[in-house]
């Protein structure tokens, strides 16, 4: 397994168009979060799922965005009608429960993000 | 609730010098702590991690953190720079053993090295 993957790396789209990013997490990983870093800003948590349940969400995530994970595998996210604002890079984590592993040899493991630009 | 405050947006050391990147967290429970790099247009790589065993974390790329929980702080350190520890380095916090495990950063500091 080489780590996770995000698909597409860059997307330019115009505004009130609709994306759609996609993550594959590391095989054996049952949890997977998204977080968004704007330019000069850490990352901000949008969602969490845990196998293919979604079992919170910021209140970032505005009814524009959508996340799924079926089949607890690999995860997608959709931004509806787009806005300038939503430009940023979109990060995609993988890491193993239960809670008793948490915070120990596996933590998050990070994808190399999709960055969206919205012209 | 939890949150983290990175001292210092900019850091500019001399190759070979020490590197200090300071960390303050806010936690309601004991913490696990975390450092990351971010490379340009890079992901975020895990630098080390504190989570309630020694208080001294090494780390790769010879970097080391120290948690003080008098202080709330979790700095970063590594005792020579290299060209190469140019990037971003963010400090995360999030709940221990048990709770959600969102992680909260915060707003990053630069690293810049010089010859």
């Known amino acids: 397994d080489t780590g996770v993957s995000q698909d597409p790396r860059h997307k330019i789209t115009k505004r009130g168009q609709n994306v759609t990013f996609r993550c594959d997490p590391i095989s054996e990983h049952n949890r997977l979060y998204w977080y968004r870093q704007t330019l000069g800003q850490g990352p901000e948590f949008l969602t969490y799922?845990?196998?293919?349940?979604?079992?919170?969400k910021s209140r970032l995530l505005s009814d524009r965005f959508s996340a799924e994970r079926p089949k607890g595998s690999f995860s997608t996210l959709e931004i509806q009608r787009t806005e300038q604002g939503d430009s940023a890079m979109y990060l995609c984590?993988?890491?193993?429960?239960?809670?008793?592993?948490?915070?120990?040899?596996?933590?998050?493991?990070f994808g190399s993000g999709t960055r969206l630009t919205v012209v | 609730a939890q949150s983290v405050t990175q001292l210092g947006s900019h850091v500019s050391v001399s190759e070979g010098a020490l590197v200090l990147l300071r960390c303050n967290y806010s936690?309601?429970?004991?913490?696990?702590l975390f450092w990351y790099v971010q490379y340009p247009n890079q992901g975020l790589q895990l630098l080390l991690k504190?989570?309630?065993?020694?208080?001294l974390v090494k780390g790769i790329n010879g970097f080391e953190a120290e948690f003080k929980k008098s202080e709330t702080s979790f700095h970063l350190t590594k005792p020579s720079a290299h060209m190469s520890d140019a990037a971003e380095y963010f400090c995360a916090v999030r709940p221990g053993a048990t709770g959600f495990q969102k992680l909260v950063f915060g707003t990053g500091t630069r690293l810049l090295v010089s010859p």
């Open positions: 936690s309601s429970v004991p913490p696990y």
């Open positions: 984590a993988s890491s193993l429960g239960p809670p008793s592993r948490q915070g120990g040899t596996y933590g998050y493991t």
């Open positions: 504190y989570t309630s065993a020694a208080t």
């Open positions: 799922f845990q196998n293919e349940a979604q079992l919170e």
